[in-house]
Structure formats: C-alpha cells, structure tokens
C-alpha cells in the first residue's frame, strides 16, 4: 500500500457519522451538529456554511448548492437544485450592449451574476430531509463563530486567496477590504481571519429563515450593488426565488449505479461517458482491468468517452423549464450504442467527427463535501460561487462575493443554453451517489470539486473504486486528467453549451504528475494535445471527498478518505 500513490493517509473509519470537506474547521461544525442529533442533511449544512466561512475563494452564499440524500429506510435518492436564475429583464440584446461581441458572458461582468441560490437550499434541504432535532440557529451556530471569533486560514485555501487578490481589489475596490490585510497583502497560511458581516448575516437567516436573505437590507444591497454597476437583477428576483426539487438520474455500470442531478447540471455527462465506456469494452471486448489502471488504452478510452459526452451537453445541458430534454432517451441503450460508433481505436475523436448532437427528443472553484450519519442515511452537497470569488463583486457591508454562474450562458441566440430572462445556466457543480445495483443500499457517497472536471472525476473515482477495488483514499489520491479547452483556439469557440472541454476544435489533456512519463507520451502520439501538471497547478483535477458504506445487517461501518489535493480530512464522529 505504501508504494502505490505519494500519499500516505490512511482510510478513516466510523461506526457512528463520518464528515470529510476540504476544511478540518467545517468538518467539526458538522460534527457537532451531528452530536446533537441532527442528521447527515443537518450537518452538510452546517458543513456547507463554515465552508462559506473557511474557504470563501471557493464558495458562498452568494453562490449555489445541489444536494444528493440517500435515504436509508426507503433506499430512495432525493435531489435538490439549488441554482439561482438570471435576472428576469435580462436578454441578449441587453446584455449585448455591454458585451458587443463574442460568444460568452466575461466571469467578472456584472451579467455574470444569477440570482443566489445556496441559502434557499440550505433551509428547503432541512426543511424536507432534516431530522427535526435541531433548528437552524443551531446548525449555523459553528459558522457564526468561526466568523466572529476568527480562524487560521488553511495553506491551499490562503494560495486561492493571493491568486485571486487582483480580481477582488479590481472588481470591488473599498468593499473587498475585509478580505486584503492593512499592507494589501492578502491572508497567509495561518493567519487568523474574521469575517464579521457575514456572521450578521448568518443570524439574519437564523433569525428570519429566507427573508433574512432574499428579502430586506441583505437583498437591497445585493440589488443595489448590481444595479450601480449596469446590471438588471431586480428585488423580485430574489423574492422569487425557488429551489427545484428533482428526480434524480443514473447509469448502471458493473453492479454499481451512479446518481446525479439532472439538467441543467452537467452530472448527465458522467453518465453518459459511463455509457460510452459500457458499449466501446461490450463492442470491442475489452476487460478495463487487463489494459492496467492509467495505461494508455485505458486513458484513451476515457477521454474519448468523456469527449463525446460533452459534445452531447451542448444540446443536452440547459433549464428544462425552458427546454424539454428527453433525458431517459439520452441514457437508453439505443442512443449510446449509436452515438458510441463515433468512438474509434485508430482516431481521437475531433469536432469534424460531430455532424450534429442527435436530438434525445427524437424523433476552480467549489466546495464539495459528504456527510454520513449514525443511521445509515448519506448527504452529498456542492457549494459554488463558480469562480474564484465568483464575479468578485462584493455587496457593500456584505462579507461575501456573488457568483459568476451566469458566464455559462450562451449569447447565442436559439441555443437550448443561451440567456433568457429567468433562466437557469447550464451548471457544473454535481454532487454524486453510488448504491448497488442490485438492491439499492448506498456503495458511496462520493464527488469532486472542479469546474468542467466534475465528471471527469466522478468517472475515473468511480472505476478506480469499481473496476480497480481502490479504497476511498487510494481512488482519490490516484493521478487523474483533466480535459480542458485549449485556449490557443479559444477564438473559435462556437458558443455553445459550456465554455469547458470542447468548446475549442481541440481539447487539451492535462494529466497529473505520477501518470507514467510514456504513457503521456504515448497519448501525444495517439494525436491527443499533452500537457503535464504538476505543484499548485494540481488544482485543476479537483478535490474530491469520499464516503463508503461498509455496513452490515448488523453494524454501521462508514470509510472515508478527503483528496490529498485540498486542506481537508475525513472526520469521524465519536
């Protein structure tokens, strides 16, 4: 076991609830939650608000949340989408006048900015799935401490903060000063920081559930601010505002089943690269266990598989109330096996492969997180501001930043993802299960942060899991790739679906420092663009966190490991 990765974690085990974050701080307001008898949904939210806290270059509640809640006693998975819309005056043409060319909003305009839905998740999470045991003054009480009292700020959360310091400064000037030191300086490792707004506002929402958020002085200066700069977000848009309770999808692979959130998230492109991968080693007769765990053959055939599935999320991925997506027809058997035709051994597959995406219809910068408690139940939650500090605007006297989410719409027109006004972007963060197959008990409660490489990684953490009997910290610790677009041709991006990997005529492969030197090689000789990554750089395969069930009739065994790529641990409750 030693030899395997450079990480030397050990798996952690408990026999009550087990929490594993990025931040060990968010992992003990959860833990406390659960000490005092709340449930895996009760902690995650508390998780996810100390997250807000700890970690606010990744997340806030100026930001998004899915939820995924696996549900012990009936075996069922529920789902909740958390994701704000657009402002319900915004169009193309308006926004055009601001943005006169090219084929998406930039990250840090202030059309960039949707309607924030993480806190309305929060509270209709434990509205419909909490245990009733605590209230949500307590489940926000660890936050408001870490906010008022101060924490030292973690190593790989402080190289975030200095890395987006220019943004913040640009976009918010006197407004940002709460996050920059007296010098300018940004916060280092271990310095102590306060974030007193936003424990304000964190009794606000305690105090007055959503209206302490979407309605009153929190709102108006969410408006305000957006307002001053151009923008058309409105007070109704937030007293509008609703969390979408879903019905959540799933591919079968092996003997295990994956869930994700559907549309307008991207977790239908995990699937449907399982999918791919499922008909390719059916029609060619490969066993993914004989080609070897990040060989080539093994790589190739997930990038192509991942390559086709994104190419299908352009016409697949947008707000289903606008759009109707035939996501069972997507998933069926008969479209993959004829989609996956276009998956060859002798090519890599290229835009010029894709006449156009078959109608189903037919005719970084997150948080993720997992919770599990003493009752058998499992919570999978993300928390996003999209980019570093989202849109970097900071609402005057507010201790957090607005999300960017709205930089995945389309400005073109009739594209199923393009802007309209009340409309949800296409999404990337996607929280993930995985029960058996055959009877519905849980196998893991397991995502990963990172933008576009959500599904990347649910896909290669899954396998090393599944095909490759890693144990949760081996599957996360394990060198991932990340495909990505490749900004040489960023000029010709066709604005479509999202701005991820192929959205430029080539996709770049980044792999990560510990895949074999040949291997890399290998694939660059395949036609695959190459890149080899490595120090903070690691960033972009994400951070991952994982949760197996290894229960029995009898006993209560959760597994947990937390990607050695991020500050966090897996924590177990005593």
Known sequence: MFDRFKSRRSVVHSTKGLVASS????????IRVLEKGGNCVDAAVAVSAALCVTEP???????????????????KVHGLNGCGKSP?????????KDIPTGARIPYESVHAVTVPGAVAGWLDAIELWGSGNVNIAD?????????????????????????????????????ANMFVNEDGSFCEAGQVFRNVPLARIFRLIAQYGKRGFYEGEVADKIVSEIQSRGGFLEMEDLANHTSKIVDPICMDFEGKTLWEIPPNGQGIVALLALGYIKEFIKRENIDLRDLGHNSTEYLNILIEALKLAFYDSEHLVADTDFHKI????????????????????????????IDEVPNPMFKCDTVYFSVADKDGNACS????????????????????????????????ENAVNCLEGGKRPFHTIIPSLITETENGELFASVACMGGWQQPQAHVQIMLNMTVFGFNPQEALDAPRFCLEPNEEYRHLDRGFGSSGPISTPATLVNLEDGISPDVAEALADKGHVVKIV??????????GQCILNNSTNEQIVWSGGSDQRGDGAAVPQL
């Not at 270059?57 to 075996?75: A, M, N, R, W």
């Not at 319900?88 to 055009?96: A, C, F, G, K, L």
């Open 23 to 30: 931040q060990p701080l968010a992992n003990a307001a959860g």
């Open 57 to 75: 270059p990744s997340t806030g509640i100026g930001g998004d949340c899915f939820v995924l809640f696996y549900e012990k006693d009936t075996k």
């Open 88 to 96: 319900q005056y915004t169009s193309i043409d308006r926004v055009r």
């Open 139 to 175: 489940i926000l009480q660890p936050a408001i401490e870490l906010a008022e009292e101060g924490f030292p700020v973690s190593d790989i959360s402080a190289h975030l903060w200095r890395e987006a310091s220019e943004k913040l400064v640009k976009q918010s000037g006197d407004n």
């Open 326 to 353: 035939d996501v069972e027809r997507a998933l069926s058997t008969e479209y993959l096996s004829q989609r996956c035709k276009l998956l060859q051994s002798q090519r890599i597959l290229t835009r010029e492969h």
């Open 381 to 412: 939650f993300i928390n996003s501001v999209f980019s570093s500090f989202g849109s970097g605007i900071i609402p005057e006297g507010c201790g957090f930043a607005l999300q960017s989410r709205g930089a995945n719409f389309n400005l073109t």
């Open 534 to 543: 490595s120090g903070y750089d690691r960033s972009i395969f994400g951070r």
